[in-house]
């Protein structure tokens, strides 16, 4: 019985000791996503402005522009995951890691190659394990990303683009990442990045009704192209770092829902085995209430 309760006595103080952990991970995940959600919304008007610009410019410049024309032939396809550095967040590495597998599969069957471009060390080990290649590779910025990765991602993916499936390149671009819906909910969120797809402003009217905004007419200087070539490079940027931002939202939301969950399984531990040890030592007193009344009978009898 003794060694029972010490059994007891050391699961309860590793369920303590946990617990302390989880409590502490939890209100560090809590601070974040507010400076995490702070940072998405700040980004959000300056990525919808941009998104209406290149918009606009391709809807009205009738201009074959190489970025926004989408190809006769799609031999390779490009799928950009974002997961995270660090795990301990539930199902959030697992779910976006399924989703892009299974966004490559659907590429595959439609006769397409499919590239791999990974964010967060997670992907990367997940992908290095099962020894599956990556074109490209970005860890160490995903809690809280900067600009400057969304440039170099943004600028890989451009260059692959470039260069097209007949030279080593890409034909499209599919981004893969988690967004940010409330703090129980983060959802899978695929997006085709290259070649834009431009709706018409007719379109917009009328698929959203009389209030919408309608583009205003522009003149463009010196040429459609040229701004084109300037402003959609920034719009890729923007569209990356969003995903970047939503992702680490996305990733400080589910870290906190799992260590909730944790801090409240160790708190049932705690109960289970405490309950466990007032039985064990209950039965223990009465053993040895039962030894004493046995010993004093037996003596009484030998009298």
Do not use: C
Request: glycine share 6%; hydrophobic share 40%.
């Amino acid at each position: 019985m003794g060694a029972q309760l010490r059994v007891y006595k050391q699961k309860i103080a590793s369920a303590q000791t946990t617990k302390k952990i989880t409590k502490a991970m939890e209100l560090i995940a809590a601070s974040r996503i507010q400076k995490a959600m702070a940072r998405v919304r700040a980004s959000s008007p300056f990525a919808r402005a941009v998104t209406r610009a290149v918009s606009a410019v391709a809807t009205h410049s009738n201009t074959q522009h190489p970025l926004t024309t989408e190809r006769e032939t799609i031999r390779r396809s490009a799928v950009v995951i974002f997961a995270s550095d660090r795990g301990l967040a539930g199902a959030f590495n697992s779910q976006i890691l399924r989703e892009g597998l299974q966004l490559a599969e659907l590429l595959r069957s439609q006769g397409k190659d499919v590239e791999y471009y990974l964010v967060g060390r997670k992907a990367v080990g997940y992908f290095q394990f099962r020894r599956m290649a990556a074109a490209g590779e970005w860890t160490g910025d995903t809690d809280t990303p900067h600009f400057n990765t969304a440039e170099q991602i943004a600028g890989a993916l451009l260059d692959a683009y470039d260069r097209g499936g007949e030279e080593g390149g890409v034909d499209e671009i599919h981004l893969v990442y988690n967004r940010f819906v409330s703090m129980m909910t983060q959802e899978p969120q695929t997006v085709r990045l290259l070649p834009l797809e431009v709706v018409e402003a007719d379109e917009v009217v009328e698929s959203v009704g009389a209030a919408a905004q309608v583009y205003p007419l522009y003149e463009f200087e010196p040429s459609p192209e040229v701004v084109l070539d300037a402003l959609l490079p920034t719009y890729v940027q923007s569209r990356v770092f969003n995903a970047l931002l939503q992702s680490s939202a996305a990733k400080h939301a589910a870290t906190q829902k799992a260590m909730k969950s944790a801090s409240d399984n160790a708190d049932k531990l705690i109960t289970d085995y405490t309950r466990l040890r007032n039985n064990a030592r209950q039965a223990e007193i009465t053993q040895q209430i039962a030894e004493i009344v046995g010993g004093a009978d037996a003596l009484a009898s030998g009298k």
